[in-house]
Nanobody, 119 residues
Framework: QVQVVESGGGLVQPGGSLRLSCAAS????????MGWYRQAPGKQRELVAT???????NYADSVKGRFTISRDDAKHTVYLQMNSLKPEDTGVYYC?????????????WGQGTQVTVSS
């Protein structure tokens, strides 16, 4: 099993910044990918930013240039630095750990952390 714990959400004014952290533990394995998704009220969960198993990054178009994903492999931790936040960034942010064993992918999710951008 893999445990995933997020932290760092909160309330911020438009134009502000927040940094989210996600720590994974357990049977992560050597082939995995970590990243961030979010879900706004009444909407489906969407990709925000992720690392692939090969180490490259993917960003949603809506956050490019404002958000930066980074990681500390030794700590199995991934971060999301969010700058120039907008009200439409509001939602529950979830950390995802995808573990690969051969062709089998298993996804693990954190409990989510609320981000609210409002004046």
């Amino acid at each position: 099993q893999v445990q995933v714990v997020e932290s760092g959400g909160g309330l911020v004014q438009p134009g502000g910044s927040l940094r989210l952290s996600c720590a994974a533990s357990g049977s992560i394995g050597s082939s995995n990918a970590m990243g961030w998704y979010r879900q706004a009220p009444g909407k489906q969960r969407e990709l925000v930013a992720t690392f692939t198993s090969g180490g490259s990054t993917n960003y949603a178009d809506s956050v490019k240039g404002r958000f930066t994903i980074s990681r500390d492999d030794a700590k199995h931790t991934v971060y999301l630095q969010m700058n120039s936040l907008k009200p439409e960034d509001t939602g529950v942010y979830y950390c995802n750990v995808a573990r690969f064993r051969g062709s089998v992918r298993t996804d693990y999710w954190g409990q989510g952390t609320q981000v609210t951008v409002s004046s």
